[in-house]
């Protein structure tokens, strides 16, 4: 109820709580495995579950089948490329390895993170810096695809994101985005997506599938909160990870009452 409250009536207070959340976070965990972020994604059909993964990839198969899913439809090659919010690098690396595209720039909120990835990848044309998603200092009409992946709920104002992804898309770009709302938001969130002046190549509900990824990667979620959190936090970061660790284990996982949307946008 409260993550709830944060969300509708005060965005700019949840902003600033995450950021310090995810400071913390990006502080206590100092594992290089763990590079990725997000929920995960299982598809209905097993195509997917065919991607060739490095070793350190094949343990967080199910964050890197979100990426791919992500990704899959439009070309990449020659592309210069930013990732919005690019966390730990799991994704960008993975991207830039599977699909080789020309340019890869991550940027993130946390200072942390962007040291973290700087340090563990070594990745001709992958690189990373710090910048904030609602300020974006790079010049218009400079990238072929932006991508954004399960952050955007946390900006305070996602309109102001929205007009810098279409500054700095060049004309026939792509924006690849992929989140969660409300379900009672949904529709208008939508809605400021199609005000956004670019034309809607693809929407598509992927809550079943991140709620299969949550499913099936309960034990490991549930061994990361009790490895790197203080006992303290657990409830919160149990909750924030879609698991009840005491729940039975036939007890579906949760978004908390949210949807899961993936959408393809180009600029004309």
């Known amino acids: 109820m409260l993550n709830k409250l944060l969300f509708h009536r005060f965005p700019s207070l949840k ?21 990725f972020m997000n929920y995960g994604y299982v ?44 966390g730990r690098g799991g994704g960008a690396n993975f991207l830039m390895r599977h699909f080789k595209p020309r340019s890869y720039k991550g940027v993130d909120y946390s200072s942390r993170a962007i040291e973290f990835c700087q340090r563990r990848y070594q990745v001709d044309g992958l690189s990373f810096e710090y910048g904030n998603a609602e300020a974006l200092t790079f010049p ?3 990238f072929d ?5 399960e952050a ?18 060049k004309p026939g770009g792509y924006f690849l985005y992929a989140d ?16 956004m002046g670019l034309k809607l190549i693809k929407e598509e509900e992927i809550t079943s599938n991140v709620l299969k990824a949550t499913e099936l990667d309960r034990e490991r979620r549930i061994w990361m909160v009790k490895n790197y959190m203080p006992a303290i936090l657990h409830t919160m970061c149990y909750h924030f990870v879609g698991l009840e ?24």
């Open 180 to 195: 969660l709302r409300y379900e009672e938001r949904v529709e208008q969130w939508r809605a400021q997506l199609r005000n």
């Open 140 to 142: 218009d009409n400079l």
């Open 245 to 268: 660790p005491n729940a039975p284990k036939d007890v579906t996982p949760h978004l908390d009452n949210r949807k899961y949307w993936h959408f393809i946008l180009q600029k004309p």
């Open 145 to 149: 695809i932006v991508v954004n992946l």
């Open 15 to 35: 902003s600033i709580l995450t950021r310090i959340f995810y400071n913390y976070l990006s502080a206590q965990v100092k594992d290089a495995d763990v590079a």
């Open 43 to 86: 598809p209905h059909v097993q195509d997917e579950f065919k991607l060739a993964l490095s070793p350190e990839e094949e343990g967080h198969r199910f964050s890197v089948q979100l990426y791919h899913h992500v990704g899959k439809s439009i070309s990449w090659e020659n592309a210069d490329v930013l990732e919005v919010s690019s």
């Open 152 to 169: 955007s709920l946390y900006y305070s104002n996602i309109t102001r994101f929205f007009g810098h992804v279409r500054r700095v898309l």
